[in-house]
């Protein structure tokens, strides 16, 4: 995570989803599962079509000093899972999704800056909209209650938390990216036919 990526300051879980987190070797072990699931199949046979495959040494397992960092991505060093976040299954599978869509957005973008706030942006957008990630069941157990327009003020609202962490957007600079790309980001679907 030497540069900043489309979630490597912010990705993943808030503060608070998991408590209690996983040793190396479980958290490995639940990767390796969530190599099965359809929508990271189907990701990784997209990404491989674009000519970027996802090898498993580009998913590494890791235990993170940032409390409520579930995971990132990072164009040099691929996907990291934070183990010691994490406590369920289905956490990983949701990191391996969102860092995932980074991914893709990275691999058919070539020129995707991530030091760029429009373009971190628009992959947050995205990724929080296409992962599942912003799904009413989930935020509901963060504690966000609305039920009309939850998913996109959920996605605007992560989105957001992850831009303005990178050192190169203020918080002014994140909102304005946001608001700037939201249309077409949150419209663009691919590699899905449509938003999952």
């Given at each position: 995570m030497n540069q900043p990526s489309a979630s490597a300051a912010s990705m993943g879980m808030e503060v608070g989803e998991s408590s209690v987190g996983m040793s190396r070797e479980e958290c490995i072990d639940r990767i390796t599962k969530s190599?099965?699931?359809?929508t990271v199949r189907f990701l990784r046979k997209q990404m491989e079509q674009a000519g970027?495959?996802?090898?498993?040494?580009?998913?590494?397992?890791?235990?993170?000093?940032?409390?409520?960092?579930?995971?990132?991505?990072?164009?040099?060093?691929?996907?990291?899972?934070?183990?010691?976040?994490?406590?369920?299954?289905?956490?990983?599978?949701?990191?391996?999704?969102?860092?995932?869509?980074?991914?893709?957005?990275?691999?058919?973008?070539?020129?995707?800056?991530?030091k760029n706030c429009a373009?971190?942006?628009?992959?947050?957008?995205?990724?929080n909209h296409l992962s599942g990630d912003?799904?009413?069941?989930?935020?509901?157990?963060?504690?966000?209650?609305?039920?009309?327009g939850h998913e996109q003020e959920c996605v605007r609202r992560r989105a957001l938390k992850s831009v303005k962490n990178n050192p190169y957007c203020s918080e002014a600079a994140a909102k304005d990216a946001i608001a700037a790309v939201w249309d077409i980001c949150y419209e663009d679907t691919s590699p899905f036919d449509r938003a999952p």
């Open positions: 190599l099965k699931d359809p970027c495959p996802v090898w498993g040494r580009l998913l590494l397992a890791v235990n993170c000093k940032n409390q409520g960092l579930a995971g990132g991505y990072s164009s040099r060093n691929g996907i990291t899972v934070c183990c010691n976040q994490l406590s369920y299954q289905d956490e990983i599978n949701q990191v391996l999704i969102h860092e995932l869509i980074h991914a893709y957005d990275d691999c058919r973008a070539k020129n995707m800056d991530w373009h971190h942006a628009c992959s947050e957008i995205r990724a912003c799904h009413y069941k989930r935020e509901m157990l963060r504690g966000f209650m609305k039920i009309r």
